[in-house]
């Protein structure tokens, strides 16, 4: 096998993907990070057309160009279109009630790059990566899986980097953003 055959290529693309994936996750500046997180998953698209599958091509580009909008448009609108995108999309490929998870997932950081930032942005990756995680491990793909358990340590290990700690994290009320609180006051 040459390094010119596709299904090489494609495997050398996911390699460089999941380096560059992990690395970005680990920028502090929001803009710079959501930029090499677009590139990248651009990037991750390129696999997936060499591997002839078009449904996680349009998934990843879809992923991509919303990390770009997020950096450049903070409207409601905006997200709403992008969440009811992989809304569409988990649809066509839905099977099973798990298959809700990835759908989950993906409103989850599309939320998170619209309207969170620095550390409840990171902290949605991780919920986001639960999700993904779960149901990698569920249907048998688990490189993905270790996959998302790595990025979950990741931005568990930026979230430290940045001197974030939990008593911080929940001081600053994550849930202050989205106008409700679990408290009874």
Known sequence: MALTDPFVLAQVIGILVFISSKGALLISNDLHMKNTLCAVLALSSV??????????????????????????YRQDSIMVVFIALFALLGWFSYQTPMDVLPMLG??????????????????AFILSSICWGTYNFIIGAYAAGLSDCVTFIIVIAALMKNSCTPDTFFAKNPFKQLNFSFSNK
Do not use: M, P
Not at 55 to 71: E, G, H, Q
Not at 106 to 123: E, M
């Open 106 to 123: 993906c409103a989850i950081i599309t939320y998170g790059a619209f309207k969170l930032s620095q550390d409840h942005l990171r902290f």
């Open 47 to 72: 696999q997936y057309i060499l591997l002839g599958e078009w449904f996680a091509f349009l998934t990843v580009l879809c992923a991509s160009l919303r990390f770009l909008a997020s950096n450049y």
